[in-house]
């Protein structure tokens, strides 16, 4: 497995792979991998050859007060894991290599970046499709495969590799969870054995409205009702939003129709989880995938 630390490097072993007709596939990581990054990877193993996994804790999209600086880090491990699957390449550049000295351009996905975490998190997804836009120019990637806990973000990804006609297609792989339900996050590293429980609330919340979409349900706020008065009961747990969205406009909606997202966003301590559940239309029925 090679490890690489230049663009120009990344670039040529890009090049000689397209130049075989080899199918590239692209992982984009900030690293401290899980099971749920590992999923990502053993899926774009089993439609691509080589795999490039990049690590790059992306300084863009962390806002002043976020944990840049604290955020898990584990690379010696991230790349034994890696090279145990089989990955062919991890693309692992220093910040002054992505961003050099004078670099000035981002990349804003409107209409789509500026509620939600947008709204939380108000550079977050600029920072988020500038990293991607550059990973996917230097890798130019056949595939590149991102999960769906973030699903805000992976539909900007989508709208913005739509606007710019990039050759690239993005595959969706599930939310992978924990034994009890919590989605697999790096973050999840943060939460205190006191906090870990509580954690589960986001996951608890999602079956609560999936219980009550089973029973015929399908009002917006009241199926709301139900995922708060979850995390209510547990008094660790500060919700940042909860809200029911269209899948393509991310605008909120009054009642479930075709396929909407189930969004929500905690603070458990000082540690900040998001976790979502899809929600599709099946005839009459709606289906909750979480």
């Not at 790349?79 to 000035?104: I, N």
């Not at 992976?154 to 050759?167: E, G, P, V, Y």
């Not at 979409?213 to 199926?223: K, M, Q, T, W, Y």
């Amino acid at each position: 497995m090679d490890i690489i630390r230049t663009v120009a490097w990344m670039k040529q072993v890009a090049d000689d792979a397209r130049r075989k007709d080899r199918i590239l596939g692209l992982v984009p990581t900030m690293g401290a991998l899980h099971e749920g990054h590992l999923s990502l990877v053993r899926e774009a193993k089993s439609q691509c050859s080589p795999v490039v996994v990049s690590i790059f804790v992306n300084p863009k999209q962390f806002g002043p007060s976020e944990d840049f600086q604290r955020y898990p880090r584990a690379f010696d491990f991230d790349c034994a894991t890696l090279e145990s699957l089989g990955v062919d390449v991890v693309f692992a550049p220093p910040v002054e290599e992505v961003y050099p000295d004078g670099f000035r351009t981002t990349v804003v996905v409107e209409g789509l970046s500026d509620r939600l975490e947008g709204r939380s998190r108000p550079s977050h997804f600029r920072g988020v499709a500038t990293i991607v836009l550059k990973l996917f120019d230097i890798v130019e990637p056949r595939f590149a495969y991102f999960g769906r806990k973030d699903a805000q973000q992976l539909r900007i990804i989508r709208q913005m590799a739509t606007d710019l006609n990039l050759s690239t297609e993005i595959i969706t792989c599930p939310i992978v969870r924990e034994p009890d339900g919590l989605a697999m996050s790096s973050r999840n590293s943060y939460l205190k054995d006191g906090e870990r429980p509580a954690a589960t609330a986001l996951y608890r919340s999602l079956v609560a409205i999936r219980t009550e979409i089973s029973r015929g349900e399908r009002d917006a706020g009241r199926l709301i009702t139900a995922l708060r008065r979850v995390v209510d009961r547990e008094p660790g747990v500060v919700l940042d939003y909860a809200e029911i969205v269209d899948a393509d406009t991310f605008e909120p909606l009054r009642s479930l129709r075709k396929t909407c997202y189930v969004l929500v966003a905690a603070r458990i301590g000082a540690t900040r989880l998001i976790d979502n559940a899809l929600v599709e239309q099946e005839g009459e029925a709606f289906h909750v995938t979480l």
